[in-house]
């Protein structure tokens, strides 16, 4: 029986011609039967793809034959099958779209003038040592169902926000103190801590592997607390069988993880919906995979 796999990676690296890199990492999934989204720029590559393990499993390892690609920061986890409608390969001017690709400095190790990485165990010996500000790097409604205790959850509706979040002077007060910033899978950190110490704040640290490799390692026995959202039919995933359920259903209030699209075609918002209330929900559609 096949046993569906979805993998979660990403790297920054210089990249000279983005487009052969497509066109290969198309063949690729199309030869092995995978889906999922990809996104290749001059900096790297960033992707999603689900199937049988043993297809992910020759996937990664010719991805990895590439020199360039060798260092992929790499997370597991389990899928369901049918995870993912399409394949989609596309080269973007970002490979996380923050709206700012001239502030990114990218070398062959990576992002240029980053936040300092933290391991797990290096974040809970941090918290131990002084007091953090845990800020999160997702947008706002992925924080409805889960977050790290006392997060700081910047009110974002999508990543481009970012920018001028940072730059209204709202989070000021946190440049001088130890900031941690978190995300799902690292490398929306590994831009946002660069965009923040730019903009002048001190002490700025990443997650690395973000919520999901702390997950694997702490389960729900840790700081986190809550569901991960994720941008697949799964919609959410728990860490544990006494996962916090953190969310609210809009129509009825009851605690739940279940996230749904909004109906109206032209909102883009996602919605804390129970099963319950999703089928009759004037508000919502079923879940989809993000286009």
Request: charged share 25%; hydrophobic share 35%; with cysteine.
């Amino acid at each position: 029986m096949a046993t569906p796999k979805i993998l979660l990676y990403y790297v920054f690296t210089p990249l000279p011609d983005p487009e052969a890199i497509r066109l290969w990492q198309r063949d690729l999934c199309q030869a092995l039967g995978l889906r999922g989204r990809i996104l290749i720029s001059k900096d790297g590559i960033n992707g999603t793809v689900g199937g049988d393990i043993r297809d992910v499993k020759r996937y990664l390892k010719s991805t990895r034959e590439y020199p360039a690609f060798r260092d992929l920061d790499v997370k597991w986890s389990d899928g369901r099958g049918g995870d993912f409608p399409k394949l989609s390969v596309k080269v973007r001017d970002e490979i996380v779209s923050f709206g700012a690709p001239d502030e990114l400095r990218v070398d062959e190790h990576g992002v240029v003038g980053g936040g300092t990485k933290l391991s797990p165990d290096e974040l809970h010996s941090l918290v131990a040592q002084k007091g953090v500000a845990f800020f999160d790097g997702r947008n706002e409604f992925e924080a409805r169902i889960g977050r790290f205790h006392d997060a700081i959850v910047p009110e974002v509706a999508n990543t481009r926000d970012f920018v001028a979040e940072l730059d209204s002077g709202r989070y000021d007060h946190l440049k001088d103190q130890p900031v941690v910033t978190y995300c799902t899978g690292g490398v929306r950190c590994e831009v946002l801590s660069s965009l923040m110490i730019d903009r002048g704040f001190s002490e700025v640290y990443q997650l690395d592997g973000g919520i999901a490799r702390y997950g694997e390692q702490f389960g729900d026995d840790g700081l986190w607390e809550g569901s991960l959202y994720v941008f697949d039919r799964r919609g959410s995933v728990s860490f544990s069988d006494h996962a916090a359920v953190l969310g609210r259903c809009v129509v009825c209030g009851s605690a739940t993880s279940d996230m749904q699209n909004c109906r109206d075609p032209q909102c883009r918002e996602q919605l804390v919906v129970c099963a319950s209330c999703a089928p009759d929900s004037p508000l919502c559609a079923p879940h989809a995979a993000a286009a």
